[in-house]
């Protein structure tokens, strides 16, 4: 199966919200934070499209029937609603 990866770092001074959709999955991470997972497709190479904003920013998973693999935050597996107090 195709697969693509992405990597996320926070460059800003304060906390940032990451979402993953279509599963409306949220990650927030600390300044200097990075934050990294596989897309793997059954027919083809899985695409992003991000939407930022100043609060947090959007990556919607697209290429028919994706899934996305361990979600890792500076190379450590973190579940759903990592560090949401952060914010």
Request: with cysteine; hydrophobic share 35%.
């Amino acid at each position: 199966m195709p697969t693509t990866q992405l990597r996320v770092k926070n460059d800003r001074g304060r906390p940032h919200i990451i979402w993953i959709e279509p599963w409306a999955e949220d990650y927030t991470l600390a300044p200097g934070d990075e934050l990294r997972f596989d897309a793997e497709g059954p027919a083809e190479t899985p695409w992003f499209e991000l939407v930022e904003s100043e609060n947090q920013l959007s990556i919607f998973v697209n290429g028919g029937g994706a899934v996305i693999h361990s979600i890792l935050v500076n190379d450590r597996p973190v579940p759903c609603g990592y560090n949401r107090g952060a914010t």
